[in-house]
């Protein structure tokens, strides 16, 4: 079974190669457009272009050495702020008021080790328990929690029981 997967993983290696080569090796008459979609097509001459992408066909001799290919789009200035997901709403980062906001839940032995550390370190937190506030559940999952527990600082997340990191962030947040 092993090798089968090998064969497979070595023929997709052999086939992407053999593709790049084959453009490297490509006349200077190739052109290339992007369709409305956002798929890049690579064809011989321009009249292999359809019609509503001639104006934006261009010769492969006239490329830079290395381009980025991807969707056309906005300008850079013009991005939203999550490029991932445009459409959630934007996430403010919150300046640091000097309070750790440790999401966890009772029966978590690492949330309670992390509010004994902040407790012998005098770091101020305050705590919101995710099964029992269904508000502090809800932010929580704004903010992509995966486990307890998850301290925020300001605008930056710490998940787990790491104090290093909680007292690393705090040091940066000052």
């Known amino acids: ?21 084959a453009g490297i090796s490509a006349s200077a ?6 369709d409305r979609d956002g798929a890049v097509h690579f064809v011989n001459d321009i009249s292999q272009v359809p019609p509503e992408y001639r ?12 381009s980025i290919v991807g969707r056309p789009g906005p300008a ?12 959630r709403p934007e996430r403010r980062k919150q300046p640091f008021d000097g309070t750790v906001e440790v999401f966890m839940t009772s ?6 080790k ?25 932010t929580y999952k704004e903010l ?7 301290s925020r600082i300001g605008g930056v997340l710490v998940n787990g029981y790491n104090p290093s990191a909680i007292l690393k962030t705090i040091e940066d947040q000052q």
């Open 1 to 21: 079974m092993r090798g089968i997967g090998m064969n497979k993983i070595i023929l997709a290696v052999t086939s992407a190669l053999a593709v790049f080569l």
């Open 29 to 34: 008459g190739e052109c290339h457009y992007t």
């Open 55 to 66: 104006h934006q066909a261009t010769n492969a001799a006239s490329l830079p050495d290395a």
């Open 76 to 87: 850079r200035s013009e991005w939203p702020r999550d490029p991932i997901s445009p459409d």
């Open 107 to 112: 029966w978590c032995g690492y949330c309670k």
């Open 114 to 138: 992390l509010t004994t550390f902040l407790d012998s370190k005098g770091i101020r937190y305050k705590t919101f328990d995710i099964e029992k506030d269904s508000a502090a559940n809800r």
């Open 144 to 150: 992509g929690g995966r486990g307890v527990p998850l």
